[in-house]
Nanobody
Framework: QVQLVETGGGLVQAGGSLRLSCAASGRTFSILTMGWFRQSPGKEREFVAQ????????HYADSVKGRFTISRDNTKKTGYLQMNSLNGEDTAVYYC?????????????????WGQGTQVTVSS
């Protein structure tokens, strides 16, 4: 089992920045991909970004490309999502997830473990 705990959410003004963290524990050696997803009320959980846990290869949703940066620190077993130039459409609960598989796009259903989520609210 892998446990994931997200931190760093909060309220921020439009144009501002936040950095989310996702601390992994347990059988972290099984992680090959870490991803971030988000879900707004009434909407499906959508992909934001993913990173290869070992090689660092990244992939982003078009909606966040150029504004968000995903990274990880293997020694700390922690993933990060740096979010810049935030706008109201970024308001959502953000979830990190871990998968024991890697490919160019790991689909939502292929993630094995999920965190509890952290709320990000962008005010105008």
């Amino acid at each position: 089992q892998v446990q994931l705990v997200e931190t760093g959410g909060g309220l921020v003004q439009a144009g501002g920045s936040l950095r989310l963290s996702c601390a992994a524990s347990g059988r972290t050696f099984s992680i090959l991909t870490m991803g971030w997803f988000r879900q707004s009320p009434g909407k499906e959980r959508e992909f934001v970004a993913q990173i290869s846990w070992t090689g660092g290869t990244t992939h982003y949703a078009d909606s966040v490309k150029g504004r968000f940066t995903i990274s990880r620190d293997n020694t700390k077993k922690t993933g990060y999502l740096q979010m810049n130039s935030l706008n109201g459409e970024d308001t959502a609960v953000y979830y990190c997830a871990a998968a024991s598989t890697w490919k160019t796009v790991v689909t939502r259903d292929e993630y094995d473990y999920w965190g509890q989520g952290t709320q990000v609210t962008v005010s105008s």
